[in-house]
């Protein structure tokens, strides 16, 4: 009896070890996987910065584009950037945000949604020059824009629409239940808990979506060749061609100068960080707005 159970210890013991080595290789393997990811992410941005820092300076920041962009800088291309950027999310968000409340909170949880969940969760993979296509005959076409910022803006919120109104539904699927209850239990209408309640505690996930939509928005190419333009100067409307700086460093690999592009290519990422951390200011600021109430 005593051998039995000091064999049935031997195997709980053996068991143990097993699963702590099985459990320190898993470790490994993560924290290899992680280190990897990052080490790629900063070899990335460690290259273009060596290759790009000297082609900044004042007069490429703060001139135009001339010779094609041989010569002179790309200030008006940020700035049809920037404009570029707040229009495709004023095209997308308000429209994304409302679609998902509807799907999430009016809708009937049929078969009619899971269908329309189906492809809009397919529409986020299709490939953008499709939708370049598409903006080009509906947009430009169609509606008579032609190459101009609104056409262009236009067909990036279409790009970007799925994967907000994806984000925007978790987002409010994750507020508790709770939290319209006591609204509801206190006299508010549903669409007054929907806007002081559910909208404000799911705005960190839809400040996340905005930041995604936003990323994919500035790095936008292939939707852009047909829609956009390639315009360098200073937009005066919305429907003067312009040209961002995703496709004018697209244009300086092709036609131009490479080290040129690396320049471009900077600036693009630098931006893309302050606009982030504007954002998630803005989302921090929210919640501490939130906290005080």
Do not use: C
Not at 124 to 142: D, H, R
Not at 202 to 229: C, H, K, Q, V, Y
């Amino acid at each position: 009896m005593n051998q039995e159970r000091f064999l049935t210890k031997e195997k709980v013991l053996a068991n143990r070890t097993k699963q702590k080595r099985r459990q320190n290789t898993v470790y490994i393997l993560l924290y290899i996987a992680s280190f990897l990811a990052v080490a790629i992410l900063f070899l990335i941005l460690g290259y273009i910065f060596v290759n790009g820092i000297g082609e900044i300076s004042w007069e490429f920041l703060t001139d135009s584009v001339k010779d094609a962009g041989r010569e002179g800088g790309i200030l008006p291309v940020i700035i049809n950037t920037l404009y570029f950027v707040g229009l495709g999310l004023l095209f997308s968000a308000p429209l994304s945000i409302l679609a998902a409340i509807y799907m999430t909170e009016y809708s009937r949880q049929g078969l009619l949604i899971k269908i329309i969940r189906y492809f809009t969760t397919n529409l986020a993979g299709i490939p953008s020059i499709i939708f370049g296509l598409f903006g080009f005959m509906f947009f430009n076409k169609m509606f008579g824009w032609g190459y101009s910022l609104i056409g262009g803006a236009a067909t990036v919120a279409v790009v970007i629409l799925p994967t907000l109104i994806r984000t925007s539904e978790e987002a409010i699927m994750t507020v508790p239940a709770g939290y319209k209850e006591g609204s509801l239990a206190l006299g508010a209408t549903k669409w007054q808990t929907m806007r002081k309640v559910v909208i404000p505690a799911a705005s960190p996930g839809i400040i996340n979506g905005i930041i995604l939509g936003m990323g994919r928005i500035i790095g936008e190419t292939a939707a852009l060749l047909f829609t956009l333009g390639s315009g360098t100067t200073l937009v005066k409307g919305l429907f003067d061609s312009a040209r961002s700086l995703a496709l004018h460093l697209y244009v300086m690999v092709k036609e131009v100068s490479v080290s040129k592009a690396y320049g471009t290519a900077l600036v693009l990422i630098v931006i893309v960080l302050i606009l982030n951390l504007i954002a998630g200011a803005f989302g921090k600021r929210i919640n501490r707005y939130k906290e005080n109430l």
